[in-house]
């Protein structure tokens, strides 16, 4: 079956972090691109970092750039997004997607063929 589950979200306060996990099931790492992405209450999805398949190159939106580090551990199917230095506007929920191929590159604003039902993120004081 083919799947994505993510976990690790909860309430936070600013400045402080997060690691976010992204479990995939019937499929491969090594197949499929992973992206992450978010969408606040009222605001539109925006993509926000991935890895491709092959070589595990990275992209990252600008407003998390500096601050959220995606990795991968392929033996455990799994895809990580650390996030340090949380604002109030990371505030959303998060979604890890996959589209297969990109062994060489990776991009957010595509269209993703798999989704999560995503975890939410709560950065407040």
């Known amino acids: 079956q083919v799947q994505l589950v993510e976990s690790g979200g909860g309430l936070v306060q600013p400045g402080d972090s997060l690691t976010l996990s992204c479990r995939v099931s019937g499929f491969s790492l090594n197949d499929y691109a992973i992206g992450w992405f978010r969408q606040a209450p009222g605001k539109e999805r925006e993509g926000v970092a991935c890895?491709?398949?092959?070589?595990?190159?990275?992209y990252y939106g600008d407003s998390v750039q500096n601050r959220f580090t995606v990795s991968r551990t392929i033996a455990k199917n799994t895809v990580y997004l650390q996030m340090n230095n949380l604002k109030p506007e990371d505030t959303a929920v998060y979604y890890c997607a996959a589209i297969k191929g990109w062994a060489y590159y990776c991009k957010v604003d595509y269209e993703y063929d798999l989704w999560g039902q995503g975890t939410q993120v709560t950065v407040s004081s």
């Open positions: 890895i491709s398949s092959g070589d595990g190159v990275t």
